[in-house]
């Protein structure tokens, strides 16, 4: 299980800062972020089925790119402050709605929901934001990776 010490959420913080000095970074007991807030959360519970649905689901997309998965997901949430349109957060929320009730109700799996939830807009742009400043700035990123130890 990935823990984030009190130094790594220093050298996550001077990253982020490199992007938007306004973003906060912090723990959570999952990787999210509030966008409005512009807060990145970074998570300490190991998701892994989670993690290698993403995975599975980010290898499918025509952007793939060979990365770390926790990098990635850390990219991600940064770039849904780097994304944020309210109009774009309302249809996701929606849409993940829909998309629990289907899985409760029986109608799909939660492989399904989970693929069909990492291609909702705001998720999908936040994703290949992270993919694109890691291909613009892939050494940045490989420092970031191995400081953290990643």
Same mark, same amino acid.
């Given at each position: 299980m990935r823990k984030y010490s009190k130094n790594d959420l220093i050298i996550l913080q001077k990253f982020v800062d490199t992007i938007d000095n306004e973003i906060v970074v912090d723990k959570s007991n999952r990787y999210e972020c509030d966008p409005i807030n512009k807060e990145v959360f970074v998570s300490n519970k190991d998701y892994e089925e989670l993690d290698y649905q993403f995975l599975e689901w980010f290898q499918k997309q025509p952007e793939f790119t060979e990365m770390?998965?926790?990098?990635?997901?850390?990219?991600?949430?940064?770039?849904?402050?780097?994304?944020?349109?309210?109009?774009?957060?309302?249809?996701?929320?929606?849409?993940?709605?829909?998309? *629990?009730?289907?899985?409760?109700?029986? *109608?799909?799996?939660?492989?399904?929901?989970?693929?069909?939830?990492?291609?909702?807009?705001?998720?999908?742009?936040?994703?290949?934001?992270? *993919?694109?400043?890691?291909?613009?700035?892939?050494?940045?990123?490989?420092?970031?990776?191995?400081?953290?130890?990643?």
């Open positions: 770390n998965i926790v990098l990635l997901s850390i990219l991600h949430e940064i770039g849904h402050c780097m994304t944020y349109q309210e109009q774009r957060n309302e249809q996701r929320d929606t849409i993940e709605n829909m998309l *629990v009730f289907m899985f409760e109700q029986g *109608v799909i799996t939660e492989k399904e929901m989970n693929f069909a939830y990492f291609s909702i807009e705001c998720e999908r742009l936040a994703t290949m934001w992270g *993919v694109e400043y890691f291909k613009n700035n892939r050494k940045q990123c490989l420092e970031l990776a191995e400081m953290l130890g990643l």
